[in-house]
């Protein structure tokens, strides 16, 4: 007999099977999902967020998928990543097999593949994939919330960001909170062959040491020629109230302190509120002195906050080591939001 959660799952895969929306959690955040070979479908995504069509999303596959029918000119650095790292957070950027709607990518001759690893996630993958004449089931899924704002690591998140399309009967698989908190890590490989080494196009969880310790080299920074890839746009992950960053120093020297208008309050998020003294206009907020808990806490923090009726949200700037790489990326496009 299936569970209810099955039932949920099989459910869901054929709603994606006639080219509908799903949304659903993977170990990052959750996804809004479509399937990745229906152009119409993934337009959905587009229209739904608000995403602009040239701002490629993610295909999502099975662990033991074949990663030959999504790209072409495979090179051996992706071998070697996939078995380090997937499933996974790690997304890879390579050359788009020709059969493969361009819809996926922006119009680019890439696509991005990761196969997550969270279990719900793996199961709607494998179920869908069934459904797939050639069996090889991909879901298209960028982050599934509103573009450019804060990404979800609860259901209820997503089922707040998109009323309209849950009252049309769009499932939310239910996941539980997200184990990660912040989206994938993304190298390019798909300029292998042209003589460009891996690239870094975004931080995440996998850092590039570890990167590094698997190809014998560090991936080097984007290039002007880098292909276009999720969440890399200047102004990103910004939550509704305007938000800053501000220095240990800054905040000594009092640039938030005394400044706050009459009938406003600010939330100052700081990773020692008990150091500060109590100011009219502000509440303190404490954080995660460790990156990794930082980096799970961020998203439903900053959701959390911009609900709470602020003026303004000031963040005190993190530590500039590598450990830190992936939120940093994260407040400081947050942050550009808000010039």
């Excluded at 509908?20 to 993977?26: D, K, R, Y």
């Excluded at 790690?90 to 680019?108: E, F, K, M």
């Excluded at 869908?128 to 004449?133: H, T």
């Amino acid at each position: 007999m299936q569970s209810s959660q099955e039932q949920a799952i099989i459910q869901a895969a054929s709603r994606l099977a006639q080219g509908e929306l799903v949304a659903f959690p993977t170990e990052t955040v959750y996804g809004l999902g479509a399937d990745a070979e229906n152009p119409r479908a993934v337009n959905k995504i587009y229209q739904a967020k608000g995403r602009p069509a040239n701002h490629p999303v993610i295909v999502h596959v099975a662990p033991g998928a074949d990663l030959s029918y999504w790209a072409k000119n495979i090179p051996e650095e992706a071998n070697k990543l996939i078995k380090a790292f997937w499933p996974g957070p790690l997304t890879l950027i390579l050359q788009r097999a020709s059969h493969i709607p361009d819809t996926v990518s922006g119009g680019q001759d890439s696509v991005g593949v990761r196969c997550p690893s969270h279990p719900v996630a793996q199961a709607l993958l494998q179920q869908f994939a069934r459904l797939k004449p050639s069996g090889q089931g991909g879901v298209a899924a960028p982050s599934a919330n509103k573009f450019g704002q804060v990404s979800p690591t609860l259901a209820e998140h997503v089922i707040s960001e998109f009323p309209e399309e849950i009252a049309r009967g769009m499932p939310v698989l239910e996941g539980g909170a997200t184990e990660i908190g912040i989206e994938s890590t993304i190298i390019d490989l798909s300029r292998i062959q042209q003589g460009v080494k891996a690239v870094l196009l975004r931080p995440g969880h996998i850092s590039r040491e570890q990167i590094k310790q698997v190809l014998g080299y560090p991936p080097l920074l984007p290039d002007n020629h880098a292909p276009r890839a999720s969440g890399t746009l200047k102004a990103h992950y910004a939550p509704r109230t305007p938000l800053a960053l501000i220095t240990a120093k800054g905040l000594e020297a009092g640039q938030v302190l005394g400044q706050v208008p009459p009938g406003q309050k600010w939330a100052v998020c700081v990773f020692n509120k008990n150091s500060q003294a109590d100011m009219a206009g502000i509440d303190w907020f404490q954080v995660s002195s460790e990156p990794v808990q930082y980096a799970h806490d961020l998203y439903a923090f900053l959701r959390k906050v911009d609900s709470l009726g602020y003026q303004r949200i000031y963040i005190q700037t993190l530590p500039e080591d590598e450990r830190w790489d992936a939120v940093n990326d994260r407040l400081q496009r947050a942050a550009a939001a808000f010039p």
